[in-house]
């Protein structure tokens, strides 16, 4: 099975901290995504990568940065958290050799005070 | 780009009735649909998808039904049993290489035992 891991599930910073949200595949998937999920609003794409060291901006890229620098490793940034930057963080990954599917991490919880 | 709109955004039935959820799409270039359940405390997984050469899919109690001209698409749920309550997300995609899904804004459904 896929698994796609994020290394947190619940996080609080303060107002101007630098956030780091780590997500973890380990299906040699070339493609990886971060996503914010906010009520009414769906699921919104942040950035996505297609290989190592790219990244191309989603629809709402503004706030944050990313990083990767491992194939199997995909790192969000917030350079400096702010408060309407709450919300639900998903990573997914997807590899041309499994179709259409994209995977889903469990979700980071971010409250930002 | 391309804009789905997602309805209802809840929906509350009995056990073993129907749900129906609807979507529609902006853009005619695409040609991927796909529809993902989340659970609770879980990221969305894929259950079931469609591609724009085919009107309709069924596997088992859920089927997807795509109308291109009307750019509309639908999930049915047949038999609904309390664990089919979750959120259900539809998307749409072009093929331009990363399968960037644009997702609708999702619908909470309810099923009542």
């Known amino acids: 099975d896929v698994k796609v891991t994020q290394s947190s599930r619940y996080l609080v910073k303060r107002t101007g901290e630098k956030v780091f949200l780590e997500c973890v595949q380990d299906?040699?998937?070339?493609?990886m995504f971060w996503y914010r999920q906010d009520p009414g609003l769906g699921l919104r794409l942040i950035y996505f990568s297609y290989d190592v060291k790219m990244k191309e901006k989603g629809d709402i890229p503004e706030g944050y940065s990313v990083s990767r620098e491992k194939k199997e490793r995909f790192s969000l940034i917030l350079e400096s958290a702010s408060t309407n930057q709450t919300s639900m963080y998903l990573c997914a990954s997807w590899g041309l050799a499994e179709g259409m599917e994209q995977y889903f991490g469990p979700g980071t919880r971010l409250t930002v005070t | 780009g391309e804009n789905v709109e997602q309805h209802p955004s809840t929906l509350s039935v009995q056990e073993g009735d129907s749900a129906v959820i609807k979507c529609t799409y902006s853009?005619?270039?695409?040609?991927?649909f796909p529809w993902y359940k989340q659970e609770l405390g879980k990221g969305p997984q894929l259950i079931i998808d469609i591609r724009s050469n085919v009107g309709e899919k069924k596997d088992q109690r859920i089927a997807v039904t795509l109308n291109k001209t009307a750019k509309h698409f639908s999930l049915h749920i047949t038999e609904t049993q309390p664990e089919d309550s979750a959120v259900y997300f539809c998307?749409?995609?072009?093929?331009?290489?990363?399968?960037?899904?644009?997702f609708g804004t999702g619908t909470r459904l309810t099923v009542i035992p």
């Open positions: 299906m040699d998937h070339e493609n």
């Open positions: 998307a749409a995609s072009t093929w331009a290489g990363a399968n960037n899904l644009f």
């Open positions: 853009d005619s270039a695409s040609n991927y």
